[in-house]
């Protein structure tokens, strides 16, 4: 027996040992790759020294002789904090993912080939001004330099993934950034998406309740619109959805989660620094790390800091010693979904305005890991590229004998974008920047301004022309061959939304719409938000002037409008009015949460219980509202639409039928369906988050989900890699935090400000900045949540141009010299 357990202790042993081996093993490959911010290197592509500075937040402050230079090392810089990163998005805007993950991103890659966003982006090249095409150069010149230095200096194939998802990295291009770019339009991009929700939603539900599930901006008039079957006709009443995989790798974005910013600025009229103020925070998918990146560059045209997205050689958010600028979707509706007939004596022919024509046609090979190639039949009309069936549910929409095409300003191979945006950012005022930033076409931005003197707004991107007499006006999938639906090229940019030295000292934008123009000049009728805009305009107008301090209160306010006004309306019946009920019962804990809410001011703090009860509430009763008329339909409608609940309520042209459950015979009223729906709630949430409602937090259901795309779901890595934290906000607050809206906890926080940034420009260097995660992309740095804790709890850093202090707490200086100049160490 001792001889047993010695062999078993010997075993144990053994077994720990190999344990730890293999886990030091593990980390010293994967540290082999954390770059040394320290030292000097000899590198091919510039003409002088150039510094990196990287100040104790680890945000660079890049110092050259020349902008060539600068940008040669903002990319050695983006390359060494975010390489594994910015590999992945040239693969998605390729359409080469499947290379890497096997059949779960086939899909993916199906959708990216016959967007052919890469291609353009190639053929965009030649687009572009000398000054960017010489700053893409030198950009793609530094990445490629740390390439080298990977491949020569050991340097752990670069980042940790590289050994999980081992594939060889080609050299960076001019072409890749503006893909990059493009990527980022398809992300922001959701016009085609609402218009393949409508036309479903049409089919199920007559054509006045359509205006009450899916509402106009309330501000505008309800515009008349055609029933989807009768326009194109041959279309099933109800069609089975076809998901769209859920994988965060998809650049494809939900209903209600295509782009949101906050964007606002004071004039001097309105200050109290005695210049202007300008606060920013654009909304992206929450992700580990985020896709900002902190840094600062030194320009010929003058210094300028703020935030970058790693493969763009581009401030997109931030400020030099004389202008700021922020960025905002503009909600433009860039894109058309068209009904193409195939001919049916012919399948390679389509309808056009003339007759039949030829679809352009090429071939395309996807290489599957694991698994045989695909060769996908790309095809285009001259409304643009057919998509497949599962793409925004288009094959629930699409009659017999036809096939889809998307038209979308982004389709474009003479792209000047990146050059417009590389302008705008070395302007000094506000009318050089609004002039150069006219030749830009996509993402439509709504771009806030604010120089020494003044401040301003303007729609930046292109804007369809369609004819006046356009079936849908563009807001349903529309025939392709009729003249009427076809775009007749862009609005004149001098048509843009814009807003110089506004009479009232302030200018803004939550997403909200920006002009009441009557269709085709109308820009858009799917815009972001009408709720936060009302939040924000009380804020701005709540005080005669403004400091760097109350915009920054205004960008963290986490005070629902949308709950200080439907509460008194859902629950306008049920306060006050139940029995006395025991302990433990359904009616006591109804009485307990509305005596909760009664008392709550609608902050959606990440410590109360009210915005859990709330949201949940909300939450239940939408979907009582409409399951019974919608069915598997009602899925498609993840977040609440306050302007429906709104319309129900206040009974607005009959919108209270809906509280009326149709398969019922008794008539059940709204205040039924409210007492109901805040039942099913409390329900849910004792089964999910416990009984006691005093004690529930919002932030334990509302963390925020920086999760790593690629790793984020691997038991283990996933404890290493994901950067979860309790967060205040909601979908309809200033400080936004949007929510999922699906799977077991539909209030995980996804899209929200992952970077802010407030200037003040009576004191520049007061100006500060934060992103949600850090600097760094390599989950054993101390840099890659640095600056997760400062988001969460509302705080920032400098954002300053002061050299000195810059250096005086520099936690590393890089010196790049050129080949000419000392070897490297």
Not at 515 to 539: A, E, I, K, M
Request: contains cysteine; proline residues 7%.
């Amino acid at each position: 027996m001792a001889r047993i357990f010695k062999w078993l202790m010997w075993l144990a042993t053994g077994a720990v040992v190999l344990v730890v081996a293999a886990v030091v093993l593990v980390w010293y490959f994967a540290s082999r790759s954390l770059p040394d911010y320290d030292g000097t290197y000899t590198v091919s592509g510039i003409t002088a020294p150039v510094e990196i500075v990287r100040d104790n937040a680890d945000v660079p402050h890049i110092f050259g002789q020349s902008d060539e230079d600068v940008f040669f090392a903002l990319g050695y810089a983006h390359a060494q904090d975010r390489l594994w990163q910015m590999t992945m998005l040239r693969r998605t805007v390729q359409g080469r993912l499947s290379e890497l993950f096997g059949q779960r991103t086939v899909k993916i890659d199906n959708l990216m080939r016959r967007l052919d966003l890469y291609g353009l982006a190639v053929t965009s090249v030649k687009a572009q001004d000398a000054p960017t095409t010489a700053a893409l150069t030198a950009y793609a010149a530094g990445v490629n330099a740390w390439l080298g230095e990977i491949n020569t200096g050991s340097r752990g194939r670069g980042a940790p993934e590289m050994w999980i998802f081992n594939a060889p990295i080609a050299p960076w291009q001019p072409a890749d950034s503006i893909a990059i770019l493009k990527l980022l339009a398809l992300q922001l991009s959701g016009q085609a998406n609402d218009e393949v929700l409508r036309a479903r939603t049409s089919l199920v539900v007559p054509a006045e309740r359509l205006v009450d599930i899916l509402p106009d901006d309330p501000t505008d008039g309800i515009a008349a619109l055609p029933d989807y079957s009768a326009l194109v006709g041959d279309v099933p009443k109800y069609a089975a959805n076809t998901r769209w995989p859920d994988d965060p790798l998809s650049p494809l974005m939900g209903h209600n989660l295509a782009g949101a910013s906050n964007a606002w600025a004071a004039g001097i009229s309105r200050s109290a620094t005695g210049s202007t103020l300008l606060a920013s925070d654009p909304h992206l998918q929450l992700t580990a790390p985020t896709v900002w990146y902190l840094a600062r560059l030194q320009l010929a045209a003058g210094d300028v800091i703020g935030g970058t997205i790693p493969g763009l050689p581009l401030v997109l958010s931030g400020r030099s010693a004389d202008l700021g600028w922020g960025i905002t979707t503009a909600y433009v509706d860039d894109q058309d979904v068209h009904i193409e007939q195939i001919n049916p004596d012919n399948p390679n022919q389509y309808r056009t305005p003339d007759g039949w024509a030829d679809f352009r046609a090429r071939d395309s090979i996807v290489t599957i890991k694991d698994a045989p190639a695909i060769t996908l039949k790309l095809k285009w009309t001259d409304n643009g590229p057919v998509l497949p069936g599962d793409v925004f549910d288009l094959g629930t929409v699409t009659p017999p004998g036809h096939v889809t095409s998307l038209s979308w300003t982004a389709l474009t191979g003479d792209d000047p974008s990146l050059s417009a945006a590389m302008a705008m950012m070395k302007s000094r005022t506000i009318e050089e920047a609004i002039a150069a930033a006219e030749p830009y076409v996509a993402p439509a931005q709504n771009l806030t301004l604010a120089d020494r003197t003044d401040v301003a707004m303007k729609t930046i991107g292109a804007i369809p022309r369609r004819d006046p007499n356009h079936q849908s006006k563009g807001r349903l999938p529309s025939y392709g061959y009729l003249p009427e639906n076809r775009w007749q090229g862009v609005m004149p940019y001098a048509d843009n939304p814009e807003f110089v030295a506004p009479e009232g000292g302030i200018v803004g934008n939550t997403n909200n719409k920006t002009v009441d123009r009557p269709f085709p000049n109308h820009v858009s009728y799917n815009w972001g938000d009408t709720q936060r805009v009302q939040r924000w305009r009380r804020l701005m107008q709540s005080r005669e002037v403004h400091t760097r301090d109350s915009f920054i209160e205004a960008q963290l306010d986490t005070v629902s409008f949308t709950a200080r006004s439907l509460l008194p309306l859902v629950g306008a019946d049920l306060w006050f009015t139940g029995d006395a009920a025991e302990d433990g019962t359904p009616e006591r804990r109804r009485q307990i949460a509305l005596t909760l809410l009664a008392n709550w001011n609608g902050e959606m703090n990440e410590h109360l219980p009210e915005p859990l009860i709330y949201a949940a509430w909300m939450r239940s009763l939408q979907d009582r509202l409409i399951r019974d008329e919608l069915g598997p339909l009602a899925t498609e409608f993840t977040h609440i639409d306050p302007v429906f609940i709104e319309r129900v309520f206040r009974d607005v042209d009959g919108a209270s039928v809906w509280c009326d459950v149709i398969q019922s015979a008794p008539v059940e009223t709204c205040t039924d369906i409210a007492r109901q729906s805040l039942d099913d709630a409390l329900t849910w949430i004792g089964e999910t988050w416990g009984t006691n409602l005093e004690t529930l937090r919002w932030g334990d259901a509302h963390q925020a989900a920086n999760d790593h795309p690629t790793l984020g779901k691997v038991p283990i890595l996933q404890w290493f890699v994901n950067i979860r934290q309790s967060t205040s906000g909601g979908d309809n607050t200033l400080m936004r935090g949007q929510t999922s809206g699906t799977g077991a906890n539909p209030f995980l926080n996804v899209h929200a400000a992952g970077y802010r940034g407030v200037y003040d420009f009576a004191d520049p260097d007061s100006s500060v900045f934060v992103t949600a995660t850090g600097q760094s992309g390599h989950f054993l740095s101390r840099y890659y949540d640095n600056l997760g804790e400062l988001w969460r709890r509302g705080e920032y850093i400098p954002m300053s141009l002061d050299p000195d202090l810059a250096r005086a707490a520099a936690l590393g200086t890089m010196r790049l010299e050129p080949q000419s100049g000392s070897k490297s160490p």
